[in-house]
């Protein structure tokens, strides 16, 4: 099993924006991830494939910690978030969860207004702080909205109810509202599976538009997608992690066989 | 090529009977209640005046009207809901939204739906031992409304409960992701997507109290009492146990005056169904998806 170290380098703690070391996990008796140690670069998109069941969504949901809802889930080994262990005995889950945003597979935005939906994060955590006026909630809603190049088509609906968007819409006001609680990190699981190609596109964008300012960590079925708009790639098989290097040298040049033969659809 | 076949034909024959058979029990079905209420009204209605509804009964309960009875009922609905509504939306939000899916929920889940099939005879002889004597209220509203409010906690802790559970799934993962806790989660996102439900679960318990006549047999219904009730802790009239004494008790009670009772009281009883279908309808109208 290759971890990081192949192709990637391994510094230290503190360098990565997500850091598993030899993290490994049960559901019940089913061993879902197998001494998984990945380093996530900060500000750049990370992708990850590998079929279906090979622990991806696994690893990008022990990353906020959603994971433990289930309640049989077991780990060992640890994960760091921007250099802090987030198993810590010390930590406030909803600090991790404020620092690592996630977004799923089908839109889920809540049945109210757009405009409570983007700021429903911020009311939670700041607003409730301070004092809030309502110019600043707007310039905090116009701010997410445009970072997700949703401001100019949803900026005369915005106290619509925002499950009457189009699916697109709903998934780019999802990523928007978690920005305004500024978090470092966003975890998206297959986030376009659920869209048209034309939906896949924009929201592709305006994945691209938020690299840099975010670290994002993206779990994906699509290879084209995968090789069209991540930086670096990590190919999981059977819940370990097989490959982890730059996008286009493990599609070009792939250095174990079964990351050649999945990328090449003989299985998966 | 495409003529039916024999086949074809006796499937044909089987299903306009199998329709007719269905059609049939619906209609056996919807005649009964038709039949009943067409009885009453027809009965009861001349019964039926301001003066009927406004003013006690006299002449040993042969004539007058129900006044004590209609306000009793009032006093004792209103007060099963203040004990009721409380313990069994909390009861489901924790159900729902908190307990760990264990052993121990499991039994409590199944205890609230015996508790449910407990015969109402049962829960007034429950009533009459806890409320009547272990607490001392003696026979009084309150140990006959806290009787019906035991009788029908189940009743709203489920339908509270299953209202809860319509709420997509899909929402609270929303408010976790974004670092709401639990209770955050309920009061912004559960509870307002599931208020038309439990506001329907409650107004239909508030239909069936109306009309239980054991339970407040022996926890606080009286006879005959000359004034209205001044306090949860004077026995009162109530609708159905009256209709049950000027039906069953009393002799030289004119047919009218029974039916008159029993109108009425199925009159509240519908008014708060038709009442409660009104609202979970404008409330559905609210819902955003």
Same mark, same amino acid.
């Given at each position: 099993m290759a971890d990081g170290e192949s192709s990637v380098g391994y510094p230290?703690?503190?360098?990565?924006?997500? !850091?598993?070391? %030899?993290?490994?996990?049960?559901? %019940?008796?089913?061993?879902?991830?197998?001494? #998984?140690?990945?380093?996530?670069?900060?500000?750049?998109?990370?992708?990850m494939i590998g079929p279906s069941g090979c622990g991806k969504t696994t690893v990008l949901r022990t990353c906020n910690r959603i994971i433990e809802r289930l309640g049989y889930v077991r780990t060992t080994g640890s994960v760091y978030v921007l250099g802090h262990d987030i198993f810590g005995d010390d930590v406030e889950i909803v600090q991790v969860r404020k620092q690592v945003g996630m977004v799923f597979q089908r839109p889920n935005p809540l049945p109210i207004s757009v405009r409570d939906n983007v700021l429903f994060g911020f009311r939670l955590h700041e607003a409730r702080l301070r004092k809030v006026a309502r110019a600043e909630e707007d310039e905090v809603l116009e701010s997410a909205l445009r970072q997700v190049l949703l401001?100019?088509?949803?900026?005369?609906?915005?106290?619509? *109810?925002?499950? %009457?968007?189009?699916?697109?819409?709903?998934?780019?006001? /999802?990523?928007?509202?978690?920005?305004?609680?500024?978090?470092? #990190?966003?975890?998206?699981? !297959? *986030?376009?599976?659920?869209?048209? *190609?034309?939906?896949? !596109?924009? #929201? !592709?964008?305006?994945?691209?538009?938020?690299? %840099?300012?975010?670290?994002?960590?993206?779990?994906?079925h699509n290879m084209a997608q995968a090789r069209r708009a991540s930086d670096? /790639?990590?190919?999981?098989?059977?819940?370990?992690i097989v490959e982890h290097g730059r996008t286009e040298e493990l599609f070009l040049a792939p250095e174990h066989t079964e990351t050649a033969d999945y990328i090449e659809g003989r299985y998966g | 090529m495409f003529t039916a076949t024999a086949l074809n034909r006796r499937s044909y024959r089987r299903q306009s009977v199998a329709k007719a058979v269905f059609c049939l029990m619906t209609v056996a079905l919807v005649i009964p209640v038709l039949l009943i209420l067409g009885t009453l009204v027809v009965k009861g209605a001349p019964a039926i005046s301001w003066e009927f509804l406004f003013t006690a009964p006299t002449n040993n309960m042969t004539a007058g009207g129900i006044f004590p009875a209609l306000v009793g009922t009032i006093w004792l609905v209103v007060v099963a809901l203040l004990a009721s509504v409380p313990i069994g939306v909390a009861a489901a939000l924790y159900l729902s939204e908190y307990a760990p899916d264990n052993l121990l929920t499991r039994a409590i889940n199944l205890a609230i739906v015996n508790l449910a099939g407990v015969p109402s005879i049962v829960h007034a002889l429950f009533g009459f031992g806890a409320f009547v004597l272990f607490f001392r209220f003696n026979a009084s509203i309150l140990a006959a409304s806290l009787t019906l409010a035991v009788m029908t906690l189940p009743v709203v802790i489920v339908a509270t409960r299953e209202s809860?559970?319509?709420?997509?799934?899909? $929402?609270?993962?929303?408010?976790?992701?974004?670092?709401?806790?639990?209770? =955050?989660?309920?009061?912004?996102?559960?509870?307002?997507?599931?208020?038309?439900?439990?506001?329907?679960?409650?107004?239909?318990?508030?239909?069936?109290?109306?009309?239980?006549?054991?339970?407040?047999?022996?926890?606080?219904?009286?006879?005959?009492?000359? $004034?209205?009730?001044?306090?949860? $802790?004077? =026995?009162?009239?109530?609708?159905?146990?009256?209709?049950?004494?000027?039906?069953?008790?009393?002799?030289?009670?004119?047919?009218?005056l029974t039916y008159g009772v029993a109108l009425v009281l199925i009159a509240i009883v519908l008014l708060m169904n038709a009442v409660s279908i009104g609202f979970r309808i404008y409330l559905r109208g609210l819902k955003k998806w």
């Open positions: 230290s703690t503190g360098a990565f924006a997500i !850091e598993t070391r %030899g993290l490994n996990l049960w559901y %019940g008796d089913f061993q879902a991830l197998f001494d #998984v140690d990945l380093g996530v670069k900060k500000g750049i998109i990370t992708s401001w100019d088509a949803v900026k005369d609906r915005l106290d619509r *109810p925002a499950t %009457g968007l189009s699916l697109e819409e709903q998934q780019k006001l /999802c990523i928007a509202r978690l920005l305004p609680v500024k978090p470092e #990190v966003l975890l998206m699981d !297959e *986030p376009c599976s659920a869209l048209d *190609p034309a939906g896949t !596109e924009a #929201v !592709e964008e305006m994945i691209w538009q938020l690299r %840099g300012d975010y670290t994002i960590l993206i779990v994906t670096e /790639c990590v190919f999981m098989l059977l819940g370990r | 809860l559970q319509a709420v997509p799934h899909a $929402f609270r993962e929303a408010c976790w992701n974004m670092g709401a806790t639990r209770w =955050q989660t309920i009061r912004k996102v559960v509870l307002p997507n599931s208020i038309s439900g439990i506001l329907t679960g409650v107004i239909l318990e508030v239909s069936r109290t109306s009309g239980e006549t054991a339970p407040i047999m022996f926890t606080g219904a009286a006879m005959f009492v000359p $004034f209205l009730p001044q306090s949860v $802790f004077d =026995q009162t009239m109530a609708l159905s146990y009256h209709l049950y004494n000027v039906s069953t008790q009393l002799t030289d009670v004119p047919e009218e």
